[in-house]
């Protein structure tokens, strides 16, 4: 699987941005889905994950309420919608595609990463 993520940007506090992941290769549809980020000098950490079904969906508690991650109808892309963005959340975002079917916190679940795509969050 190949993952590309993309959406990423430039965008004043409180503004919005939409990141698209989209697999090629082999299908994503029966995996699990998920949103990490990684911050300059900080470690990677999860934001967001989406059963393959997605009908469930898991969130980082500083994200929750702002941020949306959702598939689309063929369920081979995934996307992550961000609103209310706030200086702390710049950070290069990565989307993951799970071992498993069910949504993961874990990024050791993880077996294949996009490339990254950069959000920077201005004040």
């Known amino acids: 699987v190949q993952l590309q993520a993309s959406g990423g940007g430039l965008v004043q506090a409180g503004g919005s941005l939409r990141l698209s992941c989209a697999a090629s290769r082999r299908t994503i549809s029966n995996n699990g889905m998920g949103w990490f980020r990684q911050a300059p000098e900080k470690e990677r950490e999860f934001v967001a994950a989406?059963?393959?079904?997605?009908?469930?969906?898991s969130y980082a508690d500083s994200v929750k309420g702002r941020f949306t991650i959702s598939r689309g109808n063929a369920k081979n892309t995934v996307y992550l919608q961000m609103n209310s963005l706030k200086p702390e959340d710049t950070a290069v975002y990565y989307c993951?595609?799970?071992?498993?079917?069910?949504?993961?916190?874990?990024?050791?679940?993880?077996?294949?990463w996009g490339q990254g795509t950069l959000v920077t969050v201005s004040s």
């Open positions: 989406i059963s393959w079904s997605g009908d469930s969906t």
């Open positions: 993951a595609a799970s071992r498993y079917a069910s949504r993961s916190t874990y990024s050791n679940n993880y077996a294949y």
